[in-house]
């Protein structure tokens, strides 16, 4: 049994077959998803189906490339969503900075990843952090941050392994995504074997990454077996004992029954 850490359930790319993405998931093994809020209209929409489909969790948040946009009418929404969600709400995210394509300022970028790491804090809720070519600023803004009392996972992670031993001692999980699976992933591979099995998640990230055999094609939760494989065997260790730690780890940050 697993858990897919991060999707994006309410984009258009699964608008005409989420029912069939959702049994493909289940026959494959995953039984639970986490659906991933990018701003305030996608955190809603997140809540609305974890609400609809059991097997589905939510989150609330803002984007780093959303930033420059968000005003103090996202906020209080996203904070009444988590008032009303109930359970349906594990955790805040995603935030963080992205100086890849630098959609947002980036100084902008950090001052809202910094407010929104305090509006989880004030909402207990763990966070779940992007960062793109931004390792140094999310370490030092994480650092600063009074969030951390909540836990949190540094998402579809790209650093290699002296940056990974940086998120590991702030406390944080690390996500791997179908990436890992590339053959040009080295690095990757290097933070796959190394990585304490307790404070490993995994995700799609769909329908972006699809992991090898598929890249390039809409990803979907069924393929992080894939994904589960491929650390298994880059680690030496049965694929069932890397599901149950995975979903174990997922279970106890995001307090998932
Ligand atoms: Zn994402």
Redesign the pocket.
């Known amino acids: 049994m697993l858990i897919d850490s991060?999707c994006?359930l309410d984009m258009d790319d699964y608008a005409d077959d989420l029912d069939a993405v959702l049994a493909r998931a289940k026959t494959a093994g995953v039984e639970k998803i986490i659906t991933?809020g990018i701003d305030l209209a996608s955190s809603r929409q997140a809540l609305a189906l974890a609400r609809k489909y059991p097997m589905l969790k939510a989150t609330v948040g803002i984007h780093p490339h959303d930033t420059s946009t968000a005003s103090d009418t996202d906020w209080e929404g996203l904070l009444s969503l988590v008032a009303d969600g109930g359970d349906a709400i594990v955790g805040w995210g995603?935030i963080g900075l992205d100086y890849a394509k630098n959609h947002s300022p980036q100084a902008i970028q950090r001052r809202q990843f910094a407010h929104q790491l305090e509006l989880a804090a004030r909402a207990r809720l763990p966070v779940i952090i992007?960062d793109r070519d931004a390792h140094d600023d999310t370490l030092a803004i994480l650092t600063a941050s009074p969030a951390r009392g909540h836990g949190g996972v540094l998402?579809c992670f790209s650093g290699d392994w002296s940056f990974a031993k940086k998120v590991l001692d702030l406390g944080l999980y690390i996500s791997l995504s179908g990436v890992v699976t590339f053959k040009n992933a080295a690095a990757l591979q290097e933070v796959a074997a190394k990585i304490p099995l307790d404070r490993l998640l995994l995700e799609t990230?769909g329908p972006f990454l699809a992991p090898h055999p598929y890249r390039g094609k809409r990803n979907e939760p069924a393929w992080v077996v894939k994904t589960a494989e491929h650390i298994a065997q880059v680690r030496g260790i049965p694929v069932t004992e890397l599901a149950a730690a995975t979903r174990d780890n997922t279970s106890r940050l995001f307090s998932i029954q």
Do not use: A, F, N, V
């Open positions: 991060h994006h991933i995603e992007h998402h990230d």
